[in-house]
């Protein structure tokens, strides 16, 4: 493909809907922003090899886009080409020419036909993360900046509960998310508990396996799922602190969580440009698309 030539196409398939300019320019916007949170995640220990992100298309919802499963390792993504273009209603691509995409792009997919107000989906096998759900200890929030998990902390998705409902020839118990049905049963745990027509939560942990967290922008998935680990961190630091003292451990209340929650969506913007900059000065990773410079400004409002 040429230079830039998914851009292209994205752009010229969708001015055939719509002949806006600022269209052409938001997506091509999130499409650079995609790339170097892929380079975050990877600074930040959340995706090695494995483990993936992806946006819903601004310009079409119902298309999502992620990274091809070449160069696919997250540190390695540099340019449109890179990226490859799904359907949100069946994870096909929308160029049946496309190269080999991720086996698990069924979380993503699912995801986005599940939740309409999700934007971006991000899927992490976090080693600070996984051990609670081996240990069965539940992940709650014991800062601030993780108010957004909840006073009670995220549920966690257990695949295997599946395995016994699934035809011979789709059973394969290696925890992966590589079908419909199994995208579909993640995507449902995302419901907050007790109110199944809202949502959705912001995480939910995988059993054996990880964690899958979703946002309405990059900038807040990338948040939350630094945050999580963050979290974890302090946690696991915390309980080693009072051995077997594990009632003793102090988390957030419900009314803090849901405090901090607010402030951490007002502050997100601030964190996401020292992230940025932190993956743009490090030659490991190289986004041959540019980094957007005028993103938007939040933060808190100053009390008086
Ligand atoms: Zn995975």
């Known amino acids: 493909m040429s230079e830039s030539s998914e851009f292209s196409e994205l752009a010229q398939r969708d001015r055939s809907l719509s002949d806006s300019k600022s269209e052409d320019s938001a997506l091509k916007t999130q499409l650079q922003l995609l790339i170097s949170a892929n380079h975050i995640l990877h600074h930040h220990n959340l995706v090695d090899a494995f483990g993936h992100i992806s946006i819903r298309n601004p310009v079409n919802p119902s298309e999502y886009i992620i990274a091809a499963y070449d160069p696919g390792a997250p540190a390695l993504v540099s340019k449109f080409t890179d990226l490859i273009t799904y359907h949100v209603s069946d994870s096909t691509p929308v160029d ?3 190269a080999k995409g991720y086996s698990e792009r069924y979380i993503h997919g699912e995801i986005f036909a599940r939740w309409p107000e999700v934007n971006c ?92 967290c979703v946002g309405e922008s990059i900038q807040r998935a990338v948040y939350r799922a630094i945050y999580l680990q963050k979290n974890c961190e302090l946690l696991q630091k915390s309980i080693g602190l009072m051995g077997d003292g594990m009632g003793s451990v102090s988390y957030l209340t419900e009314e803090e969580a849901e405090g901090c929650r607010q402030m951490n969506e007002l502050t997100e913007d601030k964190a996401f440009r020292l992230w940025l900059r932190e993956v743009e000065v490090n030659p490991l990773y190289h986004n041959a698309e540019g980094v957007p410079r005028d993103l938007p400004v939040g933060g808190m409002k100053d009390v008086h």
């Open 96 to 98: 049946p020419n496309a």
């Open 121 to 212: 989906v991000i899927h992490s096998h976090s080693e600070a993360v996984i051990p609670f759900m081996t240990s069965n200890i539940q992940i709650k929030p014991v800062f601030h900046m993780a108010g957004f998990l909840g006073a009670e902390g995220p549920r966690t998705f257990d695949v295997t509960k599946l395995y016994t409902t699934m035809d011979k020839g789709e059973y394969s118990p290696d925890m992966l998310i590589k079908s419909a049905y199994l995208g579909q049963s993640l995507a449902q745990g995302f419901r907050e508990s007790g109110k199944d027509g809202e949502g959705p939560a912001p995480v939910v942990l995988q059993h054996k396996h990880g964690f899958t």
